[in-house]
């Protein structure tokens, strides 16, 4: 009875908020035209160029059979801290190049592919989901801050705590599902369903961001509520990429770095949402998700302030 009391709540207050976006596009339809295509344009510059080409490439490798033969290099090393298959390396690796969303991508094609389980993906996605050196240290530190030391301080604040966080998850166990078929042997490699695959994963992704963009700005009249720096964070939260930047216009220089550590980290709802539309067979819990991000966050933004102090 509780239980459902608390669904019924939090269905009424996602329906208040609906209609309040709603009204919002309504009253000012220009405006929310314009920011549904600058939310376009910025997945077309930003994201669309690095994710498509790296979200092939790494299927075709996967097929090829050179991921397993990569992962057992690192074999040792995540069995003993994450209790993870070896291709938790690979993943690691390829999220840490391309950024978000490619490691929940990578994640979830590794268990579509009946070669990794429920459990360790879940797990695999407290390290493996992280951002990528291009956004991180070339948009955020020398872009938005005026600084690649900022960026590189960020940036190994973030690996870092990705690092330590799997450390955090390692022993989590979750119920595995017994209809998802694991493949005997491989399918015959099909060219034009792993364009489209790959297609429909970023032309997801872009949707998000638009998404997003629509509800960073029309929450923007209740955040001005709030003091500059506390809004930029609280914008953050919600979209990362817009949080940095407001961040990095309104805050000191060290605290700035340190809450962009936090906010890259946390990687705002928009990456979180990414993450669950890509792991959709996967089914990972919405609080098993928010909290990982939530310690990857809390560990970076520690690890940065040690290295501000240290540096600065």
């Known amino acids: 009875m509780q239980k459902t009391t608390k669904i019924?709540?939090?269905?009424l207050l996602l329906t208040v908020f609906i209609l309040y976006i709603l009204c919002s596009i309504a009253l000012r339809p220009q405006f929310f035209l314009q920011t549904t295509f600058d939310g376009l344009c910025a997945w077309a510059v930003n994201v669309l160029p690095s994710l498509l080409p790296f979200v092939f490439f790494t299927k075709l490798l996967s097929h090829l059979g050179v991921v397993d033969k990569i992962s057992k290099v690192f074999a040792k090393v995540v069995e003993k801290l994450y209790k993870t298959p070896p291709l938790s390396a690979y993943c690691f690796f390829s999220s840490m190049i391309?950024?978000?969303?490619?490691?929940?991508?990578?994640?979830?094609?590794?268990?579509?592919?009946?070669?990794?389980?429920?459990?360790?993906?879940?797990?695999?996605?407290?390290?493996?989901?992280?951002?990528?050196?291009?956004?991180?240290?070339?948009?955020?530190?020398?872009?938005?801050?005026?600084?690649?030391?900022?960026?590189?301080?960020?940036?190994?604040?973030?690996?870092?705590?990705?690092?330590?966080?799997?450390?955090?998850?390692?022993k989590i166990k979750l119920k595995e599902f017994?209809?998802?078929?694991?493949?005997?042997?491989?399918?015959?490699?099909?060219?034009?369903?792993?364009?489209?695959?790959?297609?429909?994963?970023?032309?997801?992704v872009g949707a998000i961001i638009a998404i997003f963009f629509v509800v960073i700005s029309s929450l923007s009249?209740?955040?001005?509520?709030?003091?500059?720096?506390?809004?930029?964070?609280?914008?953050?939260?919600?979209?990362?990429?817009?949080?940095?930047?407001?961040?990095?216009?309104?805050?000191?220089?060290?605290?700035?770095?340190?809450?962009?550590?936090?906010?890259?980290?946390?990687g705002g709802f928009s990456t979180m949402v990414q993450?669950?539309?890509l792991t959709t067979h996967l089914k990972v819990p919405t609080t098993l998700l928010v909290l990982q991000k939530l310690t990857h966050a809390l560990l970076s933004c520690l690890i940065a302030t040690v290295m501000v102090l240290i540096i600065f």
């Open 178 to 204: 017994k209809n998802v078929a694991k493949p005997k042997e491989e399918k015959v490699f099909d060219l034009s369903s792993t364009i489209l695959d790959c297609c429909h994963s970023v032309i997801s």
């Open 8 to 11: 019924n709540f939090l269905k």
């Open 221 to 266: 009249p209740l955040l001005s509520l709030f003091p500059s720096p506390i809004s930029a964070f609280l914008g953050g939260l919600v979209e990362l990429t817009k949080g940095c930047l407001d961040i990095s216009s309104t805050l000191p220089f060290k605290t700035a770095i340190i809450c962009a550590s936090f906010i890259i980290s946390f």
């Open 275 to 277: 993450t669950q539309a």
């Open 98 to 170: 391309s950024g978000y969303p490619v490691g929940a991508k990578v994640t979830a094609d590794l268990y579509q592919a009946g070669k990794i389980s429920r459990t360790d993906a879940c797990k695999m996605l407290s390290f493996c989901s992280t951002s990528g050196p291009m956004f991180v240290i070339g948009a955020v530190g020398a872009g938005m801050f005026g600084s690649a030391l900022a960026g590189y301080i960020i940036f190994a604040s973030h690996l870092l705590g990705a690092f330590f966080n799997g450390i955090f998850y390692r």
